[in-house]
């Protein structure tokens, strides 16, 4: 079993900063790639960041330059740092982490819960 429990979700102001974090825990042999969606209401759901297992990342556009993300491998943990927010990033965000739990498994994706961002402004 695989959990991925995220945390740090809530209600930011326009312009301010949040900070997401996703730990992964149970049966795990290796992760591959991390990374964050989010699905804001009537919408589909969106990747906002990737980064790979050596750290080469990418970005949704309209994020560029404004969300971070990092990892720490030993921890197993994906966070994203959220700055100079908008209304337009209000969404629930999932954490997902393509992993596998054993030498003989395949990777496969894993999905957080999700975690509300609310931005007012």
């Known amino acids: 079993q695989v959990q991925l429990v995220e945390s740090g979700g809530g209600l930011g102001q326009a312009g301010g900063s949040l900070r997401l974090s996703c730990t992964a825990s149970?049966?795990?042999?290796?992760?591959?790639?991390m990374a964050w969606y989010r699905q804001a209401p009537g919408k589909q759901r969106d990747l906002v960041a990737r980064?790979?297992?050596?750290?080469?990342?990418n970005y949704l556009d309209s994020v560029k330059g404004r969300f971070t993300i990092s990892r720490k491998n030993a921890e197993k943990t994906v966070d994203l740092q959220m700055n100079s927010l908008k209304s337009e990033d209000t969404a629930v965000y999932y954490c997902?982490?393509?992993?596998?739990?054993?030498?003989?498994?395949?990777?496969?994706?894993?999905w957080g819960q999700g975690t509300q961002i609310t931005v007012s402004s």
């Open positions: 997902n982490v393509n992993l596998r739990s054993s030498v003989w498994d395949f990777f496969r994706d894993y």
């Open positions: 149970g049966s795990i042999f290796d992760i591959d790639t």
């Open positions: 980064i790979t297992r050596t750290g080469s990342t």
